[in-house]
């Protein structure tokens, strides 16, 4: 069992920058993904960014098209925590920000375990 416990998000102005971290705690495998998935009202939710731990991939990043070279994702094994840099939102970027883990995985395409959110506004 894994538990996330998310922190940071807020209301920010555009072209503001916040960051939001996620620990996990519980059985933490040396070989797993993490990352965010946001969720706006009335829309599907997406994967934002997604770090791997472990493995010869270990590092390997991969950004939503939307997010690219704004958004910067990065953890720190030692903590297994992963924290989510946003430069230069968005009104659009405005969600519900969800923290995942997939363990043994080089994915998160189907995460095992949800943090419980943590709202992101962006003003216009």
């Known amino acids: 069992q894994v538990h996330l416990e998310e922190s940071g998000g807020g209301l920010v102005q555009a072209g503001g920058s916040l960051r939001l971290s996620c620990a996990a705690s519980?059985?933490?495998?040396?070989?797993?993904?993490m990352g965010w998935y946001r969720q706006a009202p009335g829309e599907q939710r997406e994967l934002v960014a997604s770090?791997?731990?472990?493995?010869?991939?270990?590092?390997?990043?991969n950004y939503a098209a939307s997010v690219k070279g704004r958004f910067t994702i990065s953890r720190d094994n030692a903590k297994n925590t992963v924290y989510l840099q946003m430069n230069s939102l968005k009104p659009e970027d405005t969600a519900v920000y969800y923290c995942?883990?997939?363990?043994?995985?080089?994915?998160?395409?189907?995460?095992?375990?949800w943090g419980q959110g943590t709202q992101v506004t962006v003003s216009s």
């Open positions: 519980g059985t933490i495998f040396s070989i797993n993904t």
């Open positions: 995942a883990f997939a363990p043994l995985t080089a994915t998160l395409v189907k995460p095992r375990y």
């Open positions: 770090i791997i731990s472990g493995g010869i991939s270990g590092g390997s990043t």
